[in-house]
């Protein structure tokens, strides 16, 4: 399955679906956001390609969004076109080679069941990941000491012109949780991974299964959240930081440090992204004051904000 970009007339006006003024509350995993100036949700390439076109025409900006997980969208909302990929699904299992391609907005949760059902391993760690396979690849998700490089093979993408791309492991520069596409003016459309095909479809299925019920069982799955707030630093888990420093349950406005994992805040109920961002800086200043460590935000702040931004020295 390739996501062929091929060239499209340019156009004044829209080819693709579009909408004007849409709430990104209901995009993001946070449920906090205010509205898109323009908002499209693709279905294929030639949708992709229009969007991107037309935005250069009338010189938008241009905010990719996947599942809308790993990030805040401020309550100000977001300028020029939003382009929401959750649309873009399909996944190829290429039984000669082990390689599985999947579009970018396929779920990564979707993704690891698809496998875990044919016997194919390598992607149980990915079955609780609220995320997508463009989300995967931009922030190099991981969980259960795996991660999205350990078997990505190749990466497809278009550029903000148009342009298909295609990006290697060495190219997207790999680390801790970021690629190099964090630099990049550019998207995911799908991507490819070497997994290990088999019979032992009951062991990858249990497998699996083990992953998920140990992610529900230690983390707040019942509310609104973006996964982890913080990276790990060398010497700690943040988590285990967050909890020794007495913040567990700490809570401005709606947002609150999960009791249940204290790299977690969730939205109690109507927390707005200034609720967020203001109890991720009081966390990362009570951790420094206390063990001398600057906790550093996995979220991605998106839109301008009325408060102080993360904290990064």
Known sequence: MVLSLDAIDVVKEPTFPLQQRISLAAFTSYRVGGKADWFTLPKTSSDIAASLQWAQIHELPVTFL?????????????????????????????ETTGQLTAAAGEPLPNLAWKAARRGWRGLEWAVGIPGTVGGAVFMNAGAHR?????????????????????????????????????????????????????DAVAEVMADTQAAIAQRRSTQPYHLPSCGSVFRNPSSHKAGWLIEQTGLKALQIGQAQVSPMHANFIV?????????????????QDRVQDQWNILLHP???????FDGPQFRTS
């Open 66 to 94: 996947g599942a809308g997980s790993n990030l805040l969208v401020s309550d100000r909302g977001l300028q020029g076109l939003v382009v929401c990929t959750r649309h873009l699904r399909g996944v190829d299992f290429d």
């Open 146 to 198: 795996a991660c999205t490089a350990d078997s990505l093979m190749q990466a497809h993408g278009v550029t903000l012109a148009g342009d298909s791309i295609m990006l290697s492991p060495q190219e997207l520069n790999f680390s801790y949780r970021t690629s190099s596409l964090q630099s990049k003016l550019c998207m995911v459309t799908q991507a490819t991974f070497q997994l290990t095909p088999g």
């Open 267 to 283: 939205n109690v109920g109507g927390a707005t992204a200034e609720d967020v961002l203001n109890l991720i800086r009081s966390v």
């Open 298 to 304: 996995e979220v991605r702040l998106l839109g301008n």
